[in-house]
Every structure is written in structure tokens, then in C-alpha cells.
């Protein structure tokens, strides 16, 4: 049964889990989120737009849409060059000089992406776990004939609703780690054509080196 100080007893656990999501979310990277869809149909999230693919959706903090993905246009086109192509090919090669540095940059972003990941499934097993119990009690009064309290089915209610949360931002963080390999790895496949390297020997003709941003 829930006693009014119970439900105050909750705010603690419900403010430093808002806490923990906010400090999350102030990362620059939890600033706005980016969506698109690939040549598949599968929706993937990050908080770096795609190098190579459409101009994708630009959500805010809470997951509302901030800027709807225009469809794609003609990439400017002069005597014959992609001008677009080019000028992320500069980019690339402007960024890295070694392929190893693009395994290093790689590196980083996934342990920043894993660091919000764990963050999440610490929050998601205390959510997890607050659900549990408050369906117990629950479940209890409905095995004693009576009904739940007010204030229960109010807090189980939340605690639903947070956990879904919870879980739509791991599936997010989880798509992100995708979108990073695949990044990196068009990164990798683009540099080695430009450096005209093969793909089978590219990778050890990359002295090690802690790399660029």
C-alpha cells in the first residue's frame, strides 16, 4: 500500500534520475539528435549528421522535430565534377594522413557514445526495477479483492512511461554505435580510394598515431 510519505520518499530517486538525464543531455553531443533512413528502410539516430546520405530529420533534447529533412537535390554539378564529392574528399584528406587515424577517431566516438550508453542502462535497471515493485503492489491489492489506490496506479503509470523512455533513448544510443562503424568504415573505404591504397594492405601501411579530431 502506498502512504503519502512514501510518494515523497520517491522524489529523490525520480530527481537524480532527471538529474543524470539532464547531465546527458547537456553534452554537446545530446544538444539535437539527427534521423534518416537509409536505401533499407531502417531509421537510424545520431548526434552527428550522415556524411553520405540525405539531409536527415533534426530533433531537439526531448525527441520533438526541430527541422523536417528536405527532399534531396541535383549535387552542383560543373564541366562534369561533383563539386559536393570534392569538397568532402578535402575534407577527408585535410582531416587524416594515415588510415589509423581514422581507426583512432573512430575509437573515440564509440567510447563516447558507450559512456551515454552505460549511463542509460544504469537508469534503465532502476527504472526497471521501480516498475517491478510498484506492479506488486499492485498485483497484491488486487489479490486481496481490493483496488488499487489512486496514487498507485498514478506512480506505476509514470514509472511506465519512464521506462519507455529510457528505452527509446538506449534503442537511439544503439543505432548511433551502428552509425558510427558505418561512418568510419565509408570514411575508411573513401580514404583508401583517394590514397589509391588497397583495401587488403591499407591497413598496415598506417603508422600508429594518436590522430586528428
Not at 549535387?75 to 568532402?88: H, I, K, S, W
Request: charged share 30%; proline share 6%; aromatic share 6%.
Amino acid at each position: 500500500m502506498v502512504r503519502p510519505e512514501r510518494a515523497s520518499s520517491r522524489c529523490p530517486g525520480r530527481t537524480a534520475a532527471a538529474l543524470v538525464l539532464g547531465l546527458l543531455f547537456a553534452l554537446p553531443g545530446w544538444a539535437q539528435t539527427y534521423r534518416w533512413v537509409d536505401e533499407r528502410g531502417r531509421v537510424y539516430y545520431s548526434d552527428k549528421p550522415p556524411l553520405h546520405a540525405a539531409e536527415p530529420d533534426v530533433l531537439d533534447r526531448q525527441g520533438r522535430l526541430l527541422r523536417k529533412a528536405r527532399p534531396a537535390t541535383p549535387t552542383a554539378n560543373v564541366g562534369g565534377r561533383d563539386l559536393a564529392r570534392e569538397r568532402q574528399d578535402r575534407a577527408l584528406l585535410s582531416t587524416y594522413v594515415h588510415e589509423a587515424e581514422i581507426d583512432l577517431a573512430r575509437e573515440r566516438a564509440l567510447a563516447q557514445e558507450r559512456a551515454k550508453q552505460e549511463s542509460l542502462e544504469a537508469l534503465l535497471e532502476q527504472a526497471r526495477a521501480r516498475k517491478a515493485r510498484l506492479e506488486g503492489e499492485a498485483a497484491a491489492h488486487r489479490q486481496a479483492g481490493r483496488t488499487p489506490p489512486a496514487g498507485l496506479s498514478q506512480a506505476l503509470a509514470e514509472s511506465e512511461r519512464e521506462f519507455a523512455r529510457l528505452a527509446q533513448l538506449h534503442a537511439r544510443s544503439e543505432n548511433a554505435m551502428r552509425e558510427i562503424e558505418m561512418r568510419y568504415e565509408g570514411y575508411k573505404r573513401r580514404f583508401r580510394e583517394l590514397k589509391g591504397l588497397p583495401a587488403e594492405a591499407a591497413r598496415t601501411t598506417a603508422p600508429a598515431t594518436n590522430g586528428t579530431p
